[in-house]
């Protein structure tokens, strides 16, 4: 946590003060620019690409080089760019290619790979600098969702019609304090009226009695969440993907978490869908995990009441 109060742009970020974060990049970006920093021998997710330069009338290649989260949180502001630029190509992870196909603000989507990109251009952006370019305010960040769009499957619901919710417990690997051990979530196993369904991708088996929701792809896993009445994720490409839908979801976040999600807050400025579930102190799982087993149960109880033949009981405790 005094690492993340010492670092002045993640204090301003998680405070809402997107100006003067804007204004420690500058900062940077000036110095870097008056070195010549050369960064190109960093791994990729270090590297910094954009310049300073405007973007307007420039064709504009915009470089995915963080994780599949971050392409799908920040692809919302691509329009903004277009608006100026005279082209823009997004080099996305290969991944996301088919949730990404038609996405606002790209001329052009083709795959990311190891090598140079072979596009002709006048400017390279990392996806994670346009807020910076932007000039991004908290009051202007772009609600509208969903903003990915998938074909959405047939949805039957059954006699019961017993609430479908989607988890997913374990992050990427690039940060293993956000996954919830298998033995906190034993609490959910309690709820009666519900249908659990694994999210979990790359593929899991699940800690409790769930649907083993497998999926190919991405655009496969968007589709099954359609089908879905809540998605419950730690901080991870799921939650994103689920907000970017305009699907309900909770996100559950470990402390201190990472600075997109701000302090204190319950709700996201990113998501209109979303709720956040914070650990009552670092490492508590425990304690998180029994919230979200008391708001699941008074979700349930809202449920049962608006969903006419809905029969969910409450929490065995």
Do not use: K, N
Not at 16 to 32: C, E, H, M, Q, T
Not at 177 to 205: E, F, H, I, K, M
Not at 289 to 316: C, F, I, K, N, S
């Amino acid at each position: 946590m005094d690492a993340l109060c010492t670092d002045p742009w993640t204090a301003a970020m998680r405070r809402g003060d997107f100006a003067a974060a804007w204004r420690v990049s500058d900062a940077v970006l000036a110095r870097r620019v008056a070195e010549r920093v050369d960064c190109f021998a960093w791994p990729r997710h270090l590297q910094f690409l954009w310049d300073g330069r405007a973007p307007d009338h420039r064709r504009v290649l915009v470089h995915c080089y963080h994780g599949l989260g971050d392409t799908l949180q920040f692809v919302r502001l691509l329009p903004r760019l277009r608006e100026r630029a005279r082209e823009v190509v997004l080099w996305a992870q290969p991944a996301l290619l088919g949730l990404l196909d038609g996405v606002a603000g790209a001329d052009r989507v083709l795959p990311l790979h190891d090598g140079a990109p072979d596009v002709e251009r006048d400017l390279d952006l990392e996806l994670m600098e346009l807020p910076h370019l932007l000039r991004l305010e908290l009051a202007d960040v772009p609600r509208e969702a969903p903003y990915l769009r998938v074909a959405r499957a047939c949805r039957r619901r059954d006699a019961a019609a017993v609430p479908r919710v989607g988890l997913a417990w374990r992050a990427g690997d690039w940060d293993a304090s956000r996954s919830v051990p298998d033995a906190a979530l034993a609490p959910l196993a309690a709820l009666r009226g519900v249908r659990w369904v694994s999210l979990q991708y790359p593929p899991a088996t699940p800690p409790l009695p769930a649907v083993d929701a497998a999926c190919r792809d991405l655009a496969e896993l968007a589709r099954r969440m359609l089908e879905l009445d809540l998605v419950i994720s730690v901080d991870t490409m799921t939650a994103h993907l689920a907000g970017a839908l305009g699907v309900p979801v909770w996100t559950l976040l470990a402390e201190p978490c990472d600075w997109r999600w701000m302090e204190r807050r319950a709700d996201s400025p990113w998501y209109p869908t979303m709720r956040l579930l914070r650990q009552p102190r670092p490492g508590d799982w425990d304690g998180l995990v029994a919230q979200l087993a008391d708001a699941l149960a008074a979700w349930l109880a809202e449920y049962a009441h608006a969903v006419p033949g809905a029969r969910p009981e409450r929490v065995a405790r």
